[in-house]
């Protein structure tokens, strides 16, 4: 039930983003020129604020590579530690109790 509501909510969500997307796709679409270093080209704004954010995710993205691989590396060092740490409990609870004369 919960996540049934959940995915009605998400798509109503994707729709109401999409429909203003499309709303401010139409309401900018005056030309711009972009100058860049090897030439020039004129796009509608919309598109190149797009491109723009694109661009943005994509270098967010491998930004944060570095720091998801570094945590993966520790966080399998941990697994190793505590399945040690498992093991050697195990083996002191099947190891026999020697009592002291």
């Known amino acids: 039930m919960r996540q049934s509501l ?3 909510l998400s798509a109503c969500l994707f729709i ?7 709303v401010f796709f139409v ?7 972009f ?3 090897i030439g020039t080209v004129t796009l509608p704004l ?12 994509m270098l967010g993205i491998l930004a944060m590579i570095p720091l ?8 399998a060092g941990l697994v190793k530690q505590a399945q040690m740490a ?11 109790i ?3 004369p």
């Open 6 to 8: 959940r995915h009605i």
């Open 16 to 22: 109401i983003i999409l429909i203003a997307g499309i």
């Open 27 to 33: 309401q900018n679409s005056q030309e711009l020129e």
């Open 35 to 37: 100058n860049y270093v």
């Open 46 to 57: 919309s598109l190149l604020i797009l491109l723009c954010l694109c661009a943005g995710a």
């Open 68 to 75: 998801v691989l570094r945590q993966r590396r520790r966080m």
């Open 86 to 96: 498992e093991r050697e409990i195990n083996n002191l609870r099947v190891m026999p």
């Open 98 to 100: 020697k009592d002291r």
